[in-house]
Each structure stands twice: as C-alpha cells, then as structure tokens.
C-alpha cells in the first residue's frame, strides 16, 4: 500500500513563510509526478484546486494565484516532494494534500498540474493558516 505522509503545515502571520514536505514510501514505479493540491474550508477536496506540481525533468507549474511566492521541488532519490511557501496570504489557509499521478507518459508540468485532480493516491493533508 503506497503511502504519502505529509508535514510542515501550520499557522503563519500574512507574509509569512511555510515548507511542506511530502515523503512517498513503499513506491516502486519510475513514472511518477507528485503535486500539490489544497482544500478551502467548507468544501470537499474535489472542489479544491491544484496549487502545484512537477513533471518530466523537473518541469515545475503553478497555479496562478500562487507564482512568484511558492516554490516546489522534488528529491527523487527520496521520493519526497516539497512546497516552499512565502509571502503567504490569508487565502492561501486550506488544508493542502500531496498527490501522486502515475502515468506512463512523459507529462509537462502544466499536464500533471491538469491531472491533479485524478490523483492516485493523496496523503492525509496538512492545515495551513495565515492571519491578516
């Protein structure tokens, strides 16, 4: 059973930065992507949005909201995938998932950022909340 644990989340003054780390444990497949997706409070996490991910050769997307202010990366060799985040804003609180799409084909960013949302698998989620 694949399992993604997440951490880092937590509760930040606006302006204020967060890293998120995603560990992927028990995968055995090569093609992967991981991402970043998050959930408003009061709506489910299919009516969340997908904030980030990366595809082949580190090809990293964002969604708009959020260029410019975070940042993701990956360590393949740990199967972790990271969210740096700053200049955080109050409507950046959610509970943010890690994701993992496996697919066989060779996906740009923007096309895992796209699939986000037909997920795999999706970890637990971690509560991020900014205050004004």
């Known amino acids: 059973q694949i399992k993604l644990v997440e951490s880092g989340g937590g509760s930040v003054r606006a302006g204020g930065s967060l890293r998120l780390s995603c560990a992927a444990s028990?995968?055995?497949?090569?093609?992967?992507?991981m991402g970043w997706w998050r959930q408003i409070a009061g709506k489910n996490r299919e009516g969340g949005e997908a904030?980030?991910?990366?595809?082949?050769?580190?090809?990293?997307a964002y969604t708009d909201s959020v260029k410019g202010r975070f940042t993701i990366s990956q360590d393949n060799a740990k199967d972790t995938v990271y969210l740096e985040m700053n200049s955080l804003e109050p409507e950046d609180s959610a509970m943010y998932y890690c994701?993992?799409?496996?697919?066989?084909?060779?996906?740009?960013?923007?096309?895992?950022?796209?699939?986000?949302?037909?997920?795999?698998?999706w970890g637990q989620g971690t509560q991020v909340t900014v205050s004004s």
């Open positions: 994701a993992l799409v496996h697919r066989r084909q060779r996906l740009t960013g923007m096309q895992v950022l796209a699939q986000m949302g037909q997920s795999d698998y």
């Open positions: 028990r995968w055995t497949h090569t093609t992967y992507y």
């Open positions: 904030v980030a991910a990366i595809g082949v050769d580190d090809d990293p």
